[in-house]
C-alpha cells in the first residue's frame, strides 16, 4: 500500500497516542515512574516510535506490532507485559493504520473519539479497592485476636509495620505471609 500522507499520518499518530492513552499498562508504568524521571516523556516517544515502525516496514502483521511494543515496554520501562493486553493494542493499532491507508478516516475519528470518551471515564488504578476492604477486615481480625493476650497496640502494629527480620517470615502457598513471634 501507499505511504499515508501528511494529514493521514497525523490522524495516525492521534490514533496510537490514543490507544496507548488508555492501555492501563502503559499508565500504570508511567504513573508508578517505572521508566525512570523521563517515565511521561517516554511514553511520549512510544507514540512517534511505533508511527515511525509503521512508516519504515511495509505489510506489518500483528505479531511483529506486538513484539515492537513489548521490547519497548521491556527497554524502556522494565515491563514484561503478561495480562494479555497487548495483543488488544496491536490489533487496534494495526486496524486504525489499515484505516488509514484506505482512507477511512471517519471510523478512524470515531474509534479516537471513544477511546478520549474511555481515558476521561477514568484512569486505571494500580491498588484495586478490593485489597483496602480485605486490610480492614484483616486489622479487625488481627485486634480481636490480640484481645486476650495482651495490649491491642502489639497487634495493630504488627500489621502497620513488618517485623525488622525478614527471615522470620514465611510464605505460605496460598500468598500469605506468616509473620512468627521472636523466641
Same mark, same amino acid.
Do not use: H
Given at each position: 500500500?501507499? &505511504? ?19 492501555? &492501563? ?5 508511567? $504513573? ?6 523521563? /517515565? %511521561? ?6 507514540? $512517534?516510535?511505533?508511527?515511525?515502525? =509503521? ?12 513484539? =515492537?511494543?513489548?521490547? +519497548? ?9 503478561? @495480562?494479555?493486553?497487548?495483543? %488488544? ?5 494495526? +486496524? ?34 478490593? $485489597? ?29 509495620? &513488618? &517485623?525488622?527480620?525478614?527471615? /522470620?517470615?514465611?510464605?505460605? $502457598? @496460598? ?9
Amino acid at each position: 500500500m501507499a &505511504p499515508l500522507t501528511s494529514s493521514t499520518r497525523e490522524l495516525f499518530i492521534s490514533a496510537i497516542r490514543a490507544v496507548l492513552e488508555t492501555w &492501563p499498562v502503559l499508565q500504570i508504568a508511567v $504513573d508508578n515512574g517505572f521508566g525512570g524521571a523521563y /517515565s %511521561q516523556q517516554k511514553a511520549e516517544w512510544m507514540v $512517534d516510535a511505533l508511527q515511525q515502525y =509503521f512508516n519504515n516496514n511495509d505489510d506489518l502483521q500483528q505479531d511483529e506490532v506486538e513484539d =515492537f511494543i513489548s521490547d +519497548l515496554m521491556n527497554n524502556e520501562f522494565d515491563t514484561v507485559v503478561d @495480562d494479555g493486553s497487548l495483543p %488488544q493494542v496491536a490489533q487496534k493499532v494495526c +486496524l486504525m493504520f489499515q484505516q488509514c491507508q484506505q482512507g477511512k478516516l471517519t471510523e478512524v475519528r470515531e474509534q479516537i473519539s471513544l477511546l478520549a470518551q474511555k481515558k476521561s471515564a477514568g484512569r486505571a488504578k494500580v491498588t484495586p479497592t478490593d $485489597d483496602d476492604e480485605e486490610e480492614s477486615e484483616n486489622e479487625e481480625a488481627m485486634e480481636c485476636d490480640g484481645a486476650g493476650e495482651g495490649p491491642s497496640v502489639n497487634s495493630t502494629a504488627v500489621m502497620e509495620k &513488618p &517485623p525488622p527480620q525478614v527471615a /522470620s517470615n514465611e510464605e505460605e $502457598d @496460598d500468598g500469605w505471609t506468616v509473620v512468627r513471634r521472636k523466641k
